[in-house]
């Protein structure tokens, strides 16, 4: 977390503007880096595999992905699988559908994935956030914890509080602080161990927690703390199946997208992108300059169903903002590098691209402000390829 601004700008730097490193951007079937990067990296591809340390930031995106050495700063990542077997200098994001984390992760851990392993030989010195179908504690966890999933099982160590609501718990390790647990079924077995107090609802009601509770620990049935109806039973299922949902219907619009509007993306990532400040200039104009058109022109009866299409138009394209920019970005990067990628290559690097944007997002007020930037800086690209110069400038004065 010492360094959000840093990997918020950088980000920004590295999808949007002129200044991407093309040397540090990879994709195709199948990426393997076993040379040290003394940047950022970035890539996207069938299968991933990175053996050899990165000095900053890894942002990578495919099927299948091998970390196998150091990261040294924020490592964003999304993929079928994931294994972690390099030490993470600072925070790691990642989304997939399983995801193995086996080595110290130095800052916080915020992951989302159909099976979430924090394994033996790892150590996460921050907090963690976790969401899954199953999310499984091995190793140690420095800071607080916070779980939903169908299933949760701690045969590790927490050093801080534990929040967890789930399907199902299973508590066989450690928790030094304040456990709040709820759960369909609790499960405390022979190793658990609570330092701290414990607040609990269950089916059952009162559970026997044995030798579990240390030093005068107390452990209090909730009733407040109920799930109403059935949600426990889904609630696991539902984070996972909300998350492919979501990300099958983004596919879904990027193909519609990039297909029918697949010159305006190509005309704008050619002649739009190349002065990435008048491009936020353009951008502004749009995301505050449309707003205004709507108020005047519901100020007269003649223009209200004017003002009602803008509208109805301006809400759309907001909506859809990181989905518009992601593939603008990824026509940007094949026309920057005289690619000749396919229709289906072009929308699984734009897909990619969202994917790691909503990581981005993820940071803490930085994150938002990324987005924004990212956004402005594409939808001015948009406007800049389509409304002479000539025009903006007596526009603007």
Known sequence: MKNLSR???????????????????????????????????????????????????????????????????????????????????????????????????????????????????????????????TVKIEGNVMGPVNVAAGEFVLNGTLKDELNAKCGDITINGSVAGISTLVAGDIKIGNKASFLGDVRYWDKEGDLDFGSSLEGGVIATFDPNLAIDGEGWKILGFSTLFGIFWYLGAVLVMMLLLGYFFRNTFKKAAATGMEDPGKSIGYGFLFVFGIPVLVMISFLSLVGIPAGLILLGFYLAVVFFAATISSLLIANWIQWKNEYQWPFWKLILVAFGIFICLKLISLIPFLGWFAMLAVALVCF????KSFWPEKLFLKSTY
Do not use: W
């Open 7 to 133: 990997l918020a700008f950088s980000a920004i730097l590295i999808l949007s503007i002129s200044s991407f490193q093309t040397k540090n951007f990879k994709s195709g079937e199948s990426i393997l880096m076993q040379t040290p990067i003394a940047e950022n990296f970035y890539a996207v591809g069938g299968t991933v595999t990175i053996n050899a340390p990165v000095l900053g930031d890894l942002v990578v995106a495919g099927g299948t992905l091998f970390i196998n050495d150091t990261i040294h700063h924020d490592v964003l990542a999304a993929g079928g699988t994931l294994h972690l077997n390099g030490v993470v200098g600072e925070d790691l994001r990642c989304v997939g559908g399983q995801v193995h984390i086996n080595k110290d992760v130095m800052g916080d851990v915020i992951v989302a994935g159909g099976q979430v392993t924090i394994g033996k030989n790892s150590i996460v010195h921050g907090r963690l956030l976790a969401s899954g179908g």
């Open 380 to 383: 001015g690209a948009i406007m």
